[in-house]
């Protein structure tokens, strides 16, 4: 009996590595649609798993604790400005809806702190640690997001600045404005009249149930489309906030569930209680937020999805190869008379994973291969003639960098591993000759023809 239960769990596993690693073209039509979201919901489960998902979630609901006065008191500020200010603590109570009862109790104390937080008597130092509170919160969850998508170059200070002013200037604007709609559409006479209609009932019945999750999608989408400093794609956008609006509002009727009978916490914890279940919370919301993120991420970027381990992983001939096919394209635009290319061109032509793409443009830079210009987005160009740059002396430095910084001795050079690496290096010199980066990038993809006859001297 044990056996047999051990040979049908043997059978699921590989029938569950063959949908997702086997050949495509053995599986059936509606496996091989399912494996995009199988592969990405594995994905999504070994970052759960790892414990990384859950540090940055308990990072930002820190982070978030020590903001979320000065937070709101900037928002009720600018929205004071558009008579809209009275909208914030509905919309405080709609986002603690999870806590039951307990959400009343937690906004009113958010409120009465921005309330007696007058801007106008701080000053120039206290409003400075004012907004250096908010801006160090947004700051945060830029240096997360950067982390999903595979940033390791964060944004100048001065772009940065106007990002986060314009995120505290018009975000709150634009969100309570939608609220204060929302809200006098549904007390509008003749919407009411409208409602008893059918089937104009039904659908305003529809509708009001859509658009809670409209709205958190569309919210997450503008965050997950702003926030990173990278260029991030609608669509992926789009199913990441999906799902994560989808998890928000599931989750929210859970937790509300959990409330219901969590009065033992309130034996335990007494007057803390409410302060507990509101920090469990932000941690659950911020997770969330964060799960939507990774999904746009390997929307986008399916590559990541190719690897059991979700990160590829060259080996020294391929580390040679992609960097013979980056500049290769590089030279190619730059002698049709183009302005260059932009990394995730390079990515998308090449079918890399951007990461990979960004660590060898780093490591060509370093060698004066590459430069970067300064238009927005920055584009990769030749840092020297193409035509003085023999492909030999190209694949040397590609194999040596970093060598100086291993803090491995070096080996004798009458030993014999040094004689058979003098070989190798022969070897390559009398194959490649003199040829150079401007002939690699002339030639075309059939052997023995070029197109130097197409392209200015």
């Known amino acids: 009996m044990a056996s047999a239960r051990s040979i049908s769990a043997m059978g699921i596993t590989n029938r569950w590595e063959r949908l997702l690693w086997g050949d495509v073209d053995t599986l059936p039509h509606w496996q091989r649609r399912l494996r995009r979201p199988a592969r990405l ?11 990384l998902l859950s540090l940055q979630a308990m990072g930002l609901v820190y982070t978030t604790l020590l ?16 008579g809209v200010h ?12 999870p806590l039951g009862a307990g959400a009343q109790e937690v906004a009113q104390q958010l409120i009465g702190y921005v309330d007696r937080t007058n801007v106008g008597v701080l000053g120039a130092v206290g409003l400075a640690v004012l907004l250096y509170s908010v801006l160090s919160l947004i700051s945060k969850i830029e240096q997360v997001f950067n982390m999903i998508w595979r940033i390791s170059h ?14 505290l200037l018009v975000g709150p604007v634009l969100l309570f404005s939608g609220v204060a709609a929302s809200a006098s559409l549904r007390s509008n006479t003749l919407v009411q009249r409208v409602a008893h209609i ?14 809670p999750f409209s709205l958190i999608t569309l919210a997450f989408a503008f965050v997950y489309s702003f926030v990173p400093n990278t260029r991030v794609r609608l669509i992926p956008a789009l199913v990441g906030a999906a799902t994560g609006a989808l998890l928000w509002l599931t989750a929210g009727d859970l937790f509300a569930q959990f409330m219901a009978g969590s009065t033992r916490y309130a034996a335990i914890y007494s007057g ?7 920090m469990i919370w932000v941690y659950i919301a911020w997770l969330i937020v964060l799960i939507g993120a990774n999904i746009a991420f390997y929307w986008q970027y399916p590559e990541y999805l190719a690897a059991p381990n979700r990160e590829l992983r060259l080996s020294n001939r391929l580390r040679e190869r992609v960097a013979l096919q980056l500049m290769r394209r590089i030279v190619e635009r730059h002698f049709s008379g183009s302005e260059g290319v932009t990394e995730e061109e390079l990515a998308r032509s090449i079918r890399m994973p951007p990461a990979n793409v ?18 927005e987005p920055s584009r990769l160009v ?51 000759g003199d040829m150079t980066l401007k002939d690699l990038a002339m030639q075309d993809d059939e052997p023995g023809i070029t197109r130097s006859a197409r392209a200015p001297a």
């Not at 960004?358 to 238009?375: K, N, V």
């Not at 001795?409 to 390559?428: K, V």
């Open 41 to 51: 919901a594995r994905a999504i489960g070994l970052d759960f798993s790892s414990g």
């Open 67 to 82: 903001s979320l006065v000065p937070l709101l008191a900037v928002s009720f500020s600018v929205l004071k400005g558009f």
């Open 86 to 97: 009275n909208q914030i603590e509905p919309m405080l109570l709609q986002a603690l809806s």
């Open 154 to 167: 964060p944004r100048p200070l001065s772009e940065r600045f106007s990002r986060y002013l314009s995120v």
């Open 198 to 211: 059918e089937p104009f009932g039904f659908l305003l019945h529809i509708g009001e149930q859509v658009l």
């Open 272 to 278: 803390l209680a409410i302060l507990i279940l509101f």
């Open 358 to 375: 960004r660590i060898l443009i780093d490591t060509l830079r370093d060698g004066r291969f590459l430069e970067r210009t300064a238009s």
């Open 382 to 432: 030749p840092a020297q003639a193409p035509e003085q740059v023999r492909v030999t002396d190209f694949l040397r430095y590609v194999r040596r960098f970093e060598e100086r910084s291993s803090g491995l001795p070096d080996i004798p050079e009458d030993s014999p591993i040094a004689r058979i690496e003098q070989r190798l290096q022969q070897g390559m010199d009398e194959a490649l």
